[in-house]
């Protein structure tokens, strides 16, 4: 009798253990459900030349575009129903609280004050981006030590000035601050050669360069004034939707540490390393913690690609901007692109 009722009430221990499993398999939390329901994934985002402009059709292309795209992906097995919402950067933030968009792709820099007193959160770096300079090439700049004395046209108001009289300070060095209302007015007044360097974020840079009017002639340093890291911003609150959105990066730096890409995400299918296996679903259960099918990761590359493909494609070489991958090259490159692995 004792063997029989302790037997019963292991089953039933164990039934319940079951049951919860199955319940964690299922539960959907709201940002998911609410993307699940209407069918179409809501991205804001703000125009940026290689990050999110709209093409001569009207379709929007970019970095932060093919990353909302990948995402869709992973969710809804359709990167064409990420649809986007174009924001200003006064607008981003309100708007994501609202609840009028799922994610933002074109975020301000990570810093604490945006991390912690906008009750929204950074999912993970997807552009470790910092303070330059573009100059021209016939000065023959190899770094910013040769910029001492130089006159630099600045964005006023802004941290770029501010770091910028840091760093010289520093080095006890001399520079002729140049000032401008705009960042759109400083490039104008660098292009006409009004100052020897403009300065900016290193990826706002390449945009600038491209639009001068001979681009070929200028160049950005390969130094660094600050740390601007970049990455997809969500509401606090809905741990399965941060999830979601970080893990997208994470399959997409996985999978370009494996060879894994949009060319061959078919065949790599059949592939006998485990780590490829359980990255694109075909073994393991872990799609099931996100509230997604098993072959998320194989949807995302096989859709938008890896990293290095979205990469390449918005601002590599491949792209006009000619970006060098530097610090978002993966981690045994010399970059500081790194994930956990899928397991």
């Known amino acids: 009798m004792i063997r029989r009722t302790a037997f019963a ?14 319940g964690a398999q299922t539960d959907v939390g709201p940002t998911l459900a609410q993307i699940m329901k209407r069918g179409f994934l ?13 093409d001569g059709a009207g379709e929007w ?12 992906s992973a969710v809804l097995d359709d990167p064409a129903k990420a649809r986007f919402v ?20 074109s975020a301000s820099p990570w810093t604490q ?18 303070q330059g300079f573009l100059v021209r090439r016939k000065r023959g700049s190899a770094s910013v030590q040769d910029l001492d004395g130089a006159s630099i046209c600045i964005e006023q108001g802004t941290p770029y000035e ?19 209302p705009s960042l759109e007015d400083a490039a104008k007044a660098y292009d006409e050669e009004k100052c020897e360097a403009l300065t900016a974020d290193v990826s706002t840079l390449h945009g600038v360069r491209i639009g001068l009017t001979a681009p070929a002639d200028h160049a950005v340093l390969p130094d660094l004034l600050s740390k601007s890291p970049r990455g997809p911003l969500v509401r606090q609150g809905d741990d399965q939707w941060l999830n979601i959105v ?38 393991g259960a872990h799609g099931d913690d996100l509230g997604l099918s098993q072959d998320w990761a194989y949807r995302i590359v096989k859709h938008v690609g890896n990293y290095a493909d979205v990469f390449e494609r918005n601002l590599g070489q491949g792209a006009p901007y000619a ?12 970059g500081l692109m790194y994930a956990p692995p899928v397991r």
């Open 9 to 22: 009430f292991f089953a039933a221990f164990a039934g319940a253990l079951f049951a919860l499993s199955a």
């Open 323 to 334: 970006m060098e991958r530097r610090l978002n090259a993966l981690w045994n490159k010399g």
């Open 86 to 105: 174009e924001l200003s950067q006064k607008e981003r933030a309100g708007a994501l609280q609202a609840g009028a968009a799922d994610l933002l792709v």
């Open 61 to 72: 292309r970019g970095f932060d575009v093919d990353f909302c795209r990948a995402v869709a």
């Open 162 to 180: 501010l770091a910028v009289a840091d760093f010289f300070r520093a080095r006890k060095a001399k520079y002729d601050p140049k000032l401008f």
């Open 246 to 283: 970080r893990w997208t990066l994470f399959a997409m730096i996985d999978a370009e540490e494996l060879e894994v890409s949009k060319a061959n995400a078919d065949s790599a299918l059949t592939s006998e390393n485990p780590q490829i296996r359980r990255l694109l679903g075909v073994d």
């Open 113 to 130: 004050s945006r991390d912690a007193g906008q009750k929204l959160i950074y999912a993970a770096v997807f552009m470790h981006d910092g």
């Open 42 to 54: 809501t991205c804001g985002v703000t125009d940026a030349p290689g990050f999110a402009q709209r």
